[in-house]
C-alpha cells in the first residue's frame, strides 16, 4: 500500500461520498442522545472541504491534510468539527516533506490525530466520543503490523476493532460533550461520533484496498 498525492484525495473525495450518504443516519444517532445534527455538521464540513479540491491538488500530503482540518475545525458548527479538525492538523504535522504515505506511517497517523482530539476535546477513552472507536482501531491496526500481518489483514483487524469500540459506546454513557447532559438515558444508544469515525476509516480502506 501506498498512497500518494492523487489517492489522498480521492481518500477525502470517498470520506465526503459516504458521510453525506450516512447523513441521516448519523443525525439520528445524535437525536438519540444529543441534538440531532451530527450528519449535518459532518455533511456541512466535507461539502465544504470539498470546494478546496481544486487549491488541495496544488498541495502536497501535508498540505492537503492541513487544508481538510482547517476547513472541517471553521465550518462546522459543532463539537465535531475542531475536533476532526484539529486532528487532520495533527496527522499533517506528521506528512510534512513527505511524498508518500505507507502502511506503516498509519497507525502513527492516527496517533497524532487521536492526540489532536485529546488535546481539544480533553477526553479519555470510556467517555463514549470517537475516541472509543479510534483508540482501539489504532491499537488492533499497531499490533497487526507488529505481528507481521498483511496490509488487508491489518486494514480489516483496524475495521473489526473500530466497529467494534462502536458498538461498546451503547454499553456505556456519556460523561463528555452533549450527550453528558443526559447521563445514564445515553445508555443503549451508539455514540454518533464513534460511528462517523468508522465511517472515516471505512472510507480510507475503501480507497486503498
Ligand atoms: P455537538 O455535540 O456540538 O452537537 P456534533 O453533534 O457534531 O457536535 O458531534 C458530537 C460528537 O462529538 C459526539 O458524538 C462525540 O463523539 C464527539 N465529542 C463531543 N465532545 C467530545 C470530546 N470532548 N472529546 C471527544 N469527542 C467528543
Ligand atoms: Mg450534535
Do not use: W
Amino acid at each position: 500500500m501506498s498512497v500518494n498525492k492523487e489517492t489522498l484525495l480521492n481518500i477525502i473525495e470517498c470520506m465526503q461520498k459516504n458521510i453525506t450518504e450516512n447523513r441521516s443516519y448519523l443525525s439520528d444517532l445524535d437525536r438519540a442522545i444529543g441534538d440531532g445534527d451530527h450528519g449535518i455538521n459532518m455533511d456541512r464540513g466535507f461539502q465544504e472541504v470539498m470546494k478546496k479540491m481544486d487549491d488541495m491538488k496544488n498541495q502536497d500530503l501535508a498540505g492537503i491534510l492541513r487544508t481538510t482540518g482547517m476547513t472541517l475545525a471553521f465550518k462546522v458548527g459543532g463539537a465535531s468539527g475542531p475536533l476532526y479538525g484539529t486532528a487532520f492538523m495533527k496527522a499533517s504535522d506528521l506528512l510534512k516533506g513527505k511524498d508518500e504515505i505507507v502502511i506503516e506511517d498509519l497507525p502513527s497517523l492516527l496517533d497524532a490525530g487521536i492526540g489532536g482530539i485529546q488535546m481539544r476535546g480533553k477526553a479519555e477513552q470510556h467517555e463514549k466520543t470517537m475516541l472509543d472507536a479510534l483508540i482501539p482501531a489504532k491499537i488492533a491496526l499497531e499490533e497487526a503490523l507488529a505481528g507481521g500481518s498483511s496490509s488487508d489483514e491489518s486494514i480489516k483487524a483496524m475495521l473489526d476493532a473500530c466497529e467494534a469500540g462502536a458498538e461498546y459506546t451503547k454499553t456505556i454513557k456519556a460523561t463528555k460533550g452533549r450527550a453528558s447532559y443526559i447521563g445514564e438515558r445515553s445508555i443503549g444508544h451508539m455514540d454518533p461520533g464513534a460511528a462517523s469515525s468508522l465511517i472515516l476509516l471505512q472510507s480510507i480502506a475503501e480507497v486503498i484496498q
